[in-house]
């Protein structure tokens, strides 16, 4: 996913976790949602890649999260962006 990520995108800094977030936050938080897709596989690299070009911060639902930037702050505050959203709501 990284690598396909990285060559389609331009991605200089791709975060990935295994964080679930809820419905909410992903409204919130302006989070692209995908389906969940297999661990690992092709098609998990295939749909986040071909839906990085509409956003930079990904939810694949049961699986977590993933930010991508061009340069590493950008991906850092967009990280720490829906961090923030997600500890206001506690
Ligand atoms: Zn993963």
């Known amino acids: 996913?990284?690598?396909?990520?990285?060559?389609?995108?331009?991605?200089a800094d791709i975060v990935h976790n295994h964080c679930i977030i809820d419905r909410e936050l992903e409204e919130e938080g302006d989070v692209l949602v995908l389906p969940p897709?297999?661990?690992?596989?092709?098609?998990l690299a295939e749909a986040v890649t071909e839906k990085a070009a509409k956003s930079q911060v990904m939810h694949v639902r049961r699986h977590g999260l993933v930010f991508w930037a061009t340069g590493y702050e950008e991906?850092?505050?967009?990280v720490?962006?829906?961090?923030?959203r997600a500890v206001r709501r506690r």
């Open 1 to 11: 996913m990284h690598h396909l990520l990285r060559e389609r995108t331009g991605a």
């Open 37 to 43: 897709q297999e661990y690992g596989s092709v098609a």
């Open 75 to 78: 991906c850092r505050d967009l």
């Open 80 to 84: 720490e962006r829906l961090a923030r």
